[in-house]
């Protein structure tokens, strides 16, 4: 039996309480598997959620034939009801970031008629790639857009259209969809198909901060950053120049000058 995917019911659930399907040995840890998890499965190039299981620590979450196996490092009882709670900085963070990277993709496959063909959400940063160039002049544009719609604050909205709804809809995805498809809207900005953990609104993401763009298989790949990960690379910025400002005893808004002299 399919595991019961509470995390589409509340994204913002972070407590809860899961019957114990299965527990099976898995190297030096163990794979549960519940009724019904609010944990998030590694999937869509989003990382899974950590947290706890009765006591015991989850450091990975699979999918797999609809089945959500839970990778404890310590075993728990078939049959019994056990406390789940989930990581709520890593959660927001993945969150932040995965809605971030939505709103500057759809803003940027609406501009250039491109696709968004790789995605990839790592510890630090953010990687998408596009099959088109961009120019560089066009970054700091669209990257303010971004952070327009943010400063809107607007809505996330999520709904699985039927089959002749959906051939009709203008949306995003990297591969030909059947069956139940998950469509979450951005404002106007972005729709796109996506099995992940999003904010309900904009303001919540903080902000999008492009911090690299390079010529990538014939298009583009670009690194960002949002939320919490964007105010973590301000102020490691921040920290540099203000000691490379001590060092040279100029103003920070000078240290380049002062550098290449």
Known sequence: ?????????????????????????????????????????????QPADIGTLGGAKVTDVREKDGIISHITDKPLEVGAEVEGHIDWNHRFDLMQNHSGEHILSGIICGKYGCDNVGFHMGKDAILIDFNTKIPAEDLPVLERTA??????????????????????????????LEGK?????????????CCGTHVQKAGEIGMVKILSAQNYKGGTRLEIVCGMRALADYDEKTENAAAISELLSVPTGKIAKATEA
């Open 1 to 45: 039996m399919e595991t019961v995917k509470l995390y589409y019911d509340n994204a913002y659930t972070m407590d809860f309480v899961g019957k114990v399907v299965s527990c099976e040995p898995k190297g030096k840890n163990f794979a549960v598997v519940l009724e019904g998890t609010y944990f998030y499965p590694e999937g869509g190039g």
């Open 181 to 193: 498809v998950r469509i979450m809207a951005i404002g106007e900005y972005d729709c796109c198909a």
């Open 147 to 176: 952070n327009e719609a943010i400063w809107r604050n607007v809505a996330s909205k999520v709904t699985y259209p039927s089959k002749e709804e959906l051939e009709k809809l203008e949306y995003r995805s990297k591969k030909a």
